[in-house]
């Protein structure tokens, strides 16, 4: 039974308008209905994976005998120690932040911004020769390789110290003192060491390149090779 307005001539087409406005109502609300769902799926989709955690990091900071001084691109033993880790399985990414010619005052004026800038979980610190051969004064020297090792590990990293020493024309209280510096400070911080980083071929022209300072591609492995058994003992034991 219809209504009684219905029953009229204009309130039959009242009723009708009513009902065409709810039926484009209710078809305009299942748009709206469905657009939403469909936008909420397209956000679903937008969103971004969680990213992975960053690789954990080995930062190297040396002079021309850790950037590869006259070598060419991924002969340096820094290069072979990234192979190295992959090869033995490990995930870390190693940052070579060496400088040819740098010394232990520039350094410590760069080891803050590197530890905040790749957050390591090791660090190598390979400076202070340069200091040697140009004779500078022992208690800085020390000083500011003190202060590296002290920034790193307070950073939460640990630290791995690579020794030099001297030829024989500085004078031997020179000499002396200078190679003890290295193991004082590791000593003090309980930071790991290698003496000398050009153990076993120091004293081998053959080894080195034109100018007897720096080592030849074929003495690189070789440096790998002290550095690797304390750098592992720095590693995550598997």
């Known amino acids: 039974m219809n209504p009684p307005y219905c029953n009229r001539p204009h309130g039959r087409a009242f009723a009708q308008r009513l009902i065409a406005r709810g039926s484009l109502w209710f078809r305009t609300f299942r748009t709206f209905r469905a657009a939403l769902a469909a936008a909420g799926l397209l956000a679903l989709t937008l969103t971004p994976a969680a990213a992975a955690p960053a690789p954990p990091t080995v930062l190297v900071v040396g002079d021309s005998l850790s950037a590869g001084y006259g070598l060419a691109t991924g002969q340096g033993w820094v290069d072979l120690l990234q192979r190295k880790l992959a090869a033995q399985g490990f995930a870390h990414k190693v940052v070579n932040a060496s400088i040819s010619g740098d010394t232990t005052a520039g350094g410590r004026s760069r080891i803050g911004a590197a530890l905040r800038t790749h957050q ?25 390789l003190d202060y590296m090792v002290e920034a790193a590990q307070k950073a939460g990293a640990k630290v791995l110290l690579l020794g030099m020493r001297l030829p024989p024309n500085y004078g031997s209280r020179y000499i002396a003192e200078f190679a003890a510096l290295f193991s004082d400070v590791a000593r003090a911080r309980k930071a790991a060491l290698v003496p000398f980083i050009l153990d076993g071929f120091g004293e081998k022209p053959e080894m080195f390149q034109a100018d007897r300072i720096h080592p030849t ?12 058994p304390e750098l592992r003992k720095l590693l995550p034991q598997r």
């Open 120 to 144: 390591p979980q090791v660090v190598v610190i390979e400076l202070g020769g340069n200091d040697g051969l140009r004779g500078t004064a022992l208690a800085p020297v020390k000083a500011n």
């Open 217 to 228: 591609a074929q003495a690189q492995p070789l440096m790998l090779d002290l550095v690797w």
